[in-house]
């Protein structure tokens, strides 16, 4: 698998017209998706190395205004059915371009132009049960055919990038793996901040919080992670948990979950948490909780540690892979271990405080320019001649 390095500063690069699909680019209140695909495309274009024609679908105005401004063309095409297949398949028929690329979604049935894609995750294959029979088959027909059709794809973690190879067939040689990045400006709040949130929420002064971030789904074994809170009381009674995110699919109540648990007063759920907020979030926790039984890259572990706060995370997938050793580990699947190292870590001042320092510094290897740098690379890459075959 390819790392996406880019050639020497003395290479010839033709400049190319590259299309975009970025139509999960600017979603107004973004998961780590859209935030990924925003973030990239946005460093894309202000490299300013080639040309790129964006693809929306219902695009804010001043997002649109904005991305012409540094130089994109914007085709807004509107709403509807099978937009990817029809509006965007039909579109880029109607524009020649040298590559397309599609970083959140699935490439067109119909795609004339060399095709890269980014794959999040192969999570259906590696938990089926926290998914519906039709995103099952959905999911599985995207990644065979990124398989058979992409002339790269480009995984988010080597964890991803191995589940291609392994459940699907993908080519090794064909995978790239790129990192994804965090936000410069996701630093640790000010303590005025992180009052003004604790008083929002309507935290007590004396809660020890402990912070769950993203969508509740069942991968995110949040119902496991309530179970573990009833365990962790009993040795810090003052624990809460807050469970930030919207809501996915599924029928989980995890507010049934809390009072069979006898917990349901001490489990705060709430709805999106803007980004702008999200420093003081983290800012709250004693410990940010990440018990997730599958993630492609996992981005809320990744801004924790920017933001500062102590991290104890599931020990499965690609999470790793992002947070070294500076996290706090468990067996997702065990409720007693998960609550072991998060209670001793709310207990533990001095390895919190060392955790706090090794995330920081881990956090800062990840870049989004270094991101998109190695995407534009395997761009390149793919918009050049296939070999010709004996």
């Not at 017209?17 to 274009?45: H, K, M, N, W």
Request: proline fraction near 6%; hydrophobic fraction near 45%.
């Amino acid at each position: 698998m390819n790392g996406g390095r880019r050639r020497g500063p003395n290479a010839a690069r033709p400049r190319l017209t590259i299309a975009v699909d970025a139509s999960r680019g600017f979603d107004p209140q973004p998961t780590g998706t859209e935030t990924y695909a925003r973030a990239v495309i946005r460093g894309l274009i202000e490299g300013g190395a080639h040309d790129y024609r964006l693809y929306m679908r219902g695009a804010p105005a001043a997002e649109a205004d904005a991305l012409r401004a540094a130089g994109a063309t914007v085709d807004d095409l509107g709403a509807g059915r099978l937009w990817t297949h029809v509006r965007l398949g039909r579109a880029v028929r109607r524009r020649a371009a040298d590559v397309l690329f599609v970083p959140a979604h699935v490439l067109p049935v119909f795609c004339p132009a060399p095709g890269v894609v980014t794959v999040h995750d192969v999570g259906h294959r590696r938990f089926p049960e926290a998914h519906t029979f039709a995103q099952r088959a959905y999911l599985e027909l995207a990644a065979r055919r990124h398989v058979r059709v992409a002339r790269a794809m480009i995984a988010d973690s080597k964890s991803t990038a191995d589940d291609l190879v392994a459940f699907v067939g993908a080519a090794p040689e064909r995978i790239h793996v790129v990192h994804l990045g965090v936000d410069a400006d996701l630093v640790p709040a000010a303590p005025d901040a992180v009052r003004t949130l604790r008083t929002r929420l309507g935290l007590p002064l004396n809660a020890e919080v402990i912070v769950h971030v993203g969508t509740r789904q069942p991968r995110k074994n949040l119902a496991r992670l309530i179970e573990a809170l009833a365990h962790i009381r009993r040795e810090r009674p003052d624990a809460v948990l807050v469970l930030a995110g919207r809501r996915g699919w599924g029928n989980e109540d995890l507010g049934a979950v809390a009072r069979r648990a006898g917990v349901g007063d001490r489990v705060a759920i709430i709805d999106y948490v803007d980004r702008a907020d999200l420093p003081a979030l983290f800012g709250l926790a004693r410990v940010v909780a990440v018990p997730s039984l599958h993630e492609g890259f996992g981005l809320p572990l990744l801004e924790a540690m920017a933001c500062g706060a102590p991290v104890a995370a599931a020990r499965a997938s690609s999470l790793p892979e992002v947070g070294g050793d500076a996290v706090a580990w468990f067996d997702p699947h065990d409720v007693t271990d998960m609550a072991t190292v998060i209670a001793r870590l709310m207990g533990d001042a001095d390895d919190r405080d060392r955790l706090t320092a090794a995330g920081r510094a881990r956090a800062a290897t990840f870049t989004w320019r270094r991101c998109v740098d190695a995407t534009r690379s395997v761009l390149e890459g793919a918009a050049q001649p296939l070999p010709r075959r004996r």
